[in-house]
């Protein structure tokens, strides 16, 4: 019972961590570079808005955050 247990726990774990797989690279404008950088993905997690994606510059400090969800995304380098 156990072991089946375990099973099912992981094959739920994998496919959670499936759904949520989108590009680890992203071209975005860098403000302190000063143009267009390829960020990497530094983490995500899934919160009750969406899925929140930290986004950094290889090339400096910058980083910013997307919580997107459902076609709607919120992103903090937005202009205000």
């Not at 099973?7 to 000063?34: F, K, Q, W, Y």
């Not at 969406?50 to 995304?73: A, L, M």
Request: with cysteine; glycine share 4%; aromatic share 8%.
């Amino acid at each position: 019972m156990f072991l089946e247990e375990t099973d099912e726990i992981s094959r739920l774990n994998s496919v959670r961590s499936l759904s949520s797989t989108m590009a680890m690279e992203l071209d975005h404008d860098c403000p302190v570079c000063g143009d267009e950088q390829t960020f990497y993905r530094a983490a995500s997690t899934t919160l009750h808005l969406g899925e929140k994606v930290k986004w950094h510059c290889p090339d400096c400090e910058y980083g910013f955050v997307r919580i997107s969800d459902n076609g709607t995304t919120v992103d903090s380098s937005a202009d205000a």
